[in-house]
């Protein structure tokens, strides 16, 4: 259950803290830092100190410094562990005083999956809304990453208000086939940026139809799934069908088919003061069209007054929120006509006495089903013991005799005596000791089948 931060009456900007944890977390903060320019207070929380001492986070928290001796964790979870309750208090420290925490952090090593459940347990008793933005391991990076990754993944799920999933497999999806290693790392880190910046946005850009933080908790407090996102920019004279294009190939939201999931989606739409009316419809009408008929659709709308401003419009929502999703269908009892039922197999003969006694009663409730039953029907009823003529099996007929005159089929013989040699007839034979070689053993020794 999602607790509210101390302050709702949106008179003061709300304090936005990122915080990275180990070393894919450390490094995701700095681009989004040096590359958002959203002046957002940082933390660095890593076991490794060559790690912290390039980084240009605010605030840096050493894990462990007893246990890991700054030298990181190893990949190994519990090594993370142990090093972040040996430095609780200064963790605690760090994430005060918060009212949005963005947790960063690369599952799979050893102290980010060892120290990410604390870590959020810890923002959350701070009282803030905690988003975590976390990937998963490459599928060839082994199944002890991946089982490390899942495994630190659901203890960061039962702490975080909502959780941005992205595995490390779909980065192809973000740049070209043969785009370079540097490029395509970089392009992931612009997309969790995104969702940094995104929501930072939403809740600080002026316009008329503002997003305040009551209409994102009650989106993100929706569901028990990841956090859907997507996000598009776009200028010129199409962009507003751009931009929403752009949001929807995200692949956080899977080309926008999870829509179909979520209960409560919510929609900030952000542009220069052109930005018209007609474009917001149409936005909102493709939005509604890929989301669920029962889905709630929570819309915001900023104007900056740079006239060069580009329309970026961003998609949130919450995965497994549908609560007409999964929905069993009702069994209902139907009636079947006696048609519907399989015949009977009638005797051949049954006993007159019989016979007089089922006209004089009435008919039995097994009767009465067969004209008309409710499903499930019940089992059916094996027939009662009849009297049936014995019947004797049939003799079999004499063999007839011969007719005369007839003669007797007689079993031919076959020829052992080669006729002629084939294609072999104009070649020398092979002659040993006065016997043809050529000739197949079992007609030179005129040897016959019994």
Same mark, same amino acid.
């Given at each position: 259950m999602i607790s509210f931060p101390k302050y709702l009456d949106g008179s003061q900007t709300p304090a936005v803290r990122l915080v990275g944890?180990? %070393?894919?977390?450390v490094n995701l903060a700095d681009r989004i830092t040096m590359t958002g320019g959203l002046g957002l207070e940082t933390v660095a929380i890593n076991s490794d100190?060559?790690?912290?001492?390039?980084?240009?986070?605010?605030?840096?928290?050493?894990?462990?410094?007893?246990?890991?001796? =700054?030298?990181?964790?190893?990949?190994?979870?519990?090594? =993370?562990?142990?090093?972040?309750?040996?430095?609780?208090?200064?963790?605690?420290?760090?994430?005060?005083?918060?009212?949005?925490?963005?947790?960063?952090?690369?599952?799979?090593?050893?102290?980010?999956?060892?120290?990410?459940?604390?870590?959020?347990?810890?923002?959350?008793?701070?009282?803030?809304?905690?988003?975590?933005?976390?990937?998963?391991?490459?599928?060839?990076?082994?199944?002890?990453?991946?089982?490390?990754?899942?495994?630190?993944?659901?203890?960061?799920?039962?702490?975080?208000?909502?959780?941005?999933?992205?595995? %490390?497999?779909?980065m192809a999806e973000l740049t070209a086939p043969k785009s370079g290693v540097s490029e395509t790392f970089s392009a992931c880190d612009e997309l969790l940026g995104g969702c940094v910046a995104a929501v930072t946005r939403l809740l600080s850009a002026p316009g008329p139809l503002g997003v305040g933080l009551p209409d994102l908790l009650s989106v993100l407090n929706a569901g028990d799934g990841s956090c859907l996102f997507g996000t598009g920019v776009a200028v010129g004279d199409n962009r507003a069908h751009e931009a929403l294009e752009g949001a929807l190939k995200s692949p956080l939201l899977d080309r =926008?088919?999870?829509?179909?999931?979520?209960?409560?989606?919510?929609?900030?739409?952000?542009?220069?003061?052109?930005?018209?009316?007609?474009?917001?419809?149409?936005?909102?009408?493709?939005?509604?069209?890929?989301?669920?008929?029962?889905?709630?659709?929570?819309?915001?709308?900023?104007?900056f007054p740079d006239a060069k401003s580009p329309v970026v419009v961003t998609i949130l929502a919450k995965a497994g929120a549908n609560p007409a999703r999964g929905a069993a269908p009702v069994a209902r009892p139907r009636r079947v006509a006696a048609a519907d039922q399989p015949p009977r197999t009638q005797p051949d003969r049954v006993e007159p006495a019989r016979q007089q006694a089922s006209l004089n009663t009435t008919p039995s409730r097994e009767e009465t089903e067969?004209?008309?039953?409710?499903?499930?029907?019940?089992?059916?009823?094996?027939?009662?013991?009849?009297?049936?003529?014995?019947?004797?099996?049939?003799?079999?007929?004499?063999?007839?005799?011969?007719?005369?005159?007839?003669?007797?089929?007689?079993?031919?013989?076959?020829?052992?005596?080669?006729?002629?040699?084939?294609?072999?007839?104009?070649?020398?034979?092979?002659?040993?000791?006065?016997e043809d070689l050529d000739v197949p053993t079992f007609l030179r020794l005129n040897v016959k089948k019994p």
């Open positions: 944890l180990g %070393n894919a977390g100190q060559q790690s912290l001492s390039s980084s240009v986070s605010t605030i840096k928290v050493s894990l462990g410094p007893l246990t890991t001796r =700054g030298l990181g964790a190893g990949g190994d979870p519990e090594i =993370g562990l142990d090093a972040a309750k040996e430095s609780l208090s200064e963790i605690e420290e760090a994430l005060s005083g918060a009212d949005i925490i963005f947790l960063c952090a690369g599952l799979g090593g050893g102290t980010a999956s060892g120290a990410g459940g604390i870590v959020a347990e810890v923002a959350k008793q701070t009282g803030a809304l905690l988003i975590a933005i976390v990937t998963s391991p490459f599928a060839f990076e082994g199944r002890r990453r991946a089982s490390q990754a899942a495994a630190a993944l659901q203890e960061i799920r039962t702490h975080a208000d909502a959780v941005i999933h992205f595995e %490390n497999d779909r =926008g088919r999870l829509l179909d999931d979520a209960g409560s989606v919510l929609v900030h739409l952000s542009g220069p003061p052109s930005l018209s009316f007609a474009e917001v419809g149409a936005i909102m009408q493709e939005i509604a069209r890929q989301a669920s008929a029962e889905s709630l659709l929570h819309l915001g709308v900023s104007t067969e004209i008309l039953e409710i499903e499930p029907a019940p089992a059916p009823q094996p027939a009662p013991p009849q009297k049936i003529a014995a019947q004797q099996p049939a003799k079999p007929a004499p063999p007839s005799a011969p007719k005369p005159g007839a003669q007797k089929a007689k079993q031919e013989t076959l020829q052992f005596e080669p006729v002629a040699r084939g294609r072999f007839e104009k070649i020398e034979p092979t002659i040993v000791e006065g």
